[in-house]
């Protein structure tokens, strides 16, 4: 089977419109294939080939837009690049077609600079206590304080989230963090 690039076609086809010899331009193609392309082209259809499936869900600015706001919401540091399944309710009102896994796959590969990540959890209180530890190690130190005066009186309890959170972030990019605004409890 012969193989050919769409620039390739679109030249056979120009050739056979411009009344060459159809049997003889059709060496690379088959023929029945090189007919069925000169009469699209002659009824004013395109002459390459549309590419395979259903049509994306979202026209293509609205693509580009949110590649845009995935990457602006990274630059300024923000958490909105998470991709949560509201916003895909919202997309799916929107346009009244559903977003799934296969469309979030196809997503990324048309846009190739983004990619599936899984996002570090920071919490709000993170700057609070690395400021209280080198504030702490600051006292201990200068007021030369011993092991033997410290000790534990917080008998706060700790709630974990060990759960990972999937985002879609610039590909090579290692600032990629989802805020974890769980609250403390006594």
């Known amino acids: 089977m012969p193989s050919y690039t769409n620039n390739e076609l ?48 979202l026209h293509p600015e609205a693509e580009q837009n949110r590649v845009e706001w995935v990457i602006g919401s990274q630059y300024v540091g923000s958490n909105g690049m998470i991709f949560s ?10 346009t009244g077609k559903t977003f799934g896994h296969g469309w979030y796959r196809r997503f990324l590969k048309r846009h190739p ?27 201990i130190i200068d007021h030369k304080i011993s092991n033997s005066r ?4 917080d008998k706060t309890a700790f709630y974990t989230n060990k759960g990972s959170k999937r985002v879609v972030a610039v590909c090579g990019s290692r600032n990629v963090w989802h805020p974890d605004l ?3 409890f006594h």
């Not at 410290?150 to 009186?153: D, R, S």
């Open 182 to 184: 769980s609250t403390g």
């Open 113 to 139: 600079i983004l990619s599936g990540r899984t996002s570090e959890s920071t919490t709000k209180a993170c700057d609070g206590r690395t400021r209280l530890f080198t504030t702490l190690c600051k006292v």
């Open 10 to 57: 679109v030249a056979v086809v120009h050739r056979v419109v411009d009344r060459e010899h159809a049997p003889t331009v059709s060496k690379q193609t088959h023929y029945r294939t090189l007919m069925n392309w000169v009469a699209k082209a002659k009824n004013g259809n395109p002459v390459a080939s549309s590419r395979r499936g259903p049509p994306p869900a």
């Open 150 to 153: 410290l000790f534990n009186m």
């Open 85 to 94: 399944r509201r916003q895909a309710t919202y997309l799916a009102m929107m």
